[in-house]
């Protein structure tokens, strides 16, 4: 009776460590795909950046323009669901510890950010320009930028060169923030080179800010946060400066 009850738990133990097994390669598997997904995310992204999604507006355009649809918001509606899509593993750990987004630190950083870019503008002798929004504007700069930028930016880019690259997080954040000020070049496209290097620095400073806010929290939210907030300030000072 005594072996009987021996192989039974020896069974019982090669039962619980096959479970074991299992579940850490379904983990390995999960996260070969999710780097896959991130690889492709940041392929796709940067192809559509340097002229795909302008390509993708043109093409669509005829076909849009007959039921009075604009090309660039619905692609830019698509570039919001495909990155909530692939960097969704980031949201979900975002908002499962919400704990660790910092009010009072992002506020610090928003003021620090703030005074640097006052300080370049004022040093570039500009002014802050006052501008057309359309409802739709306004509404992509305020909800759909932030979290495609920063999704892209601080989580996919971070990601990979964390995993890929031995670097310190200085150096990842210069990397990133550099990555996110160039993105907005092309809202300055044809502009004079003093106002384009002005707000190219000034970007690059929120950049900075943001990277470091997303590497302290671990948490996407605090840079996206930050973001909504810089957006906020600036389409409002915009409106009525």
């Known amino acids: 009776m005594h072996w009987v009850l021996g192989i039974y738990s020896k069974l019982k133990r090669l039962e619980a460590l096959s479970d074991m097994e ?3 390669q379904g ?3 999960m996260k070969n795909k999710t780097t896959l997904s991130i690889i492709i995310y940041v392929i796709v992204f940067s192809v559509g950046f340097f002229g795909g999604f302008s390509y993708l507006e043109n093409v669509l355009d005829p076909y849009l323009y007959t039921f009075r649809i604009n090309a660039k918001q ?5 570039v919001f669901i ?5 960097l969704y593993p980031f949201l979900n750990d975002g908002l499962n510890n919400l704990k660790k987004v910092d009010l009072n630190e992002i506020i610090s950083v928003l003021f620090i950010v703030a005074l640097l870019g006052f300080i370049i503008m004022v040093s570039f002798d500009l002014d802050s320009s006052k501008s057309e929004n359309t409802n739709s504007q306004i509404a992509i700069s305020i909800i759909f ?5 920063e999704l892209y930016c601080r989580c996919a880019l971070i990601f990979l060169i964390n995993k890929y690259l031995n670097i310190e997080n200085i150096v990842c954040i210069l990397i990133s923030a550099s990555v996110f000020s160039l993105y907005h070049y092309k809202n300055f496209m044809g502009a004079d080179l003093n106002y384009i290097i002005c707000y190219l620095l000034i970007y690059f400073i929120l950049g900075i800010g943001c990277s470091y ?20 300030c600036a389409i409002g000072g915009s409106l009525f400066l």
Do not use: G, M, T
């Not at 619905?74 to 698509?78: A, H, K, L, T």
């Not at 930028?145 to 930028?149: C, V």
């Open 145 to 149: 930028s932030p979290i495609i930028e």
């Open 27 to 29: 983990r390995k598997i």
């Open 22 to 24: 299992s579940v850490s």
């Open 213 to 232: 806010l997303y590497l302290q929290s671990d948490n996407i939210f605090s840079p996206i946060i930050l973001h909504i907030i810089w957006n906020v």
């Open 74 to 78: 619905i692609v830019y509606v698509f």
């Open 82 to 86: 495909y990155s909530i899509i692939a």
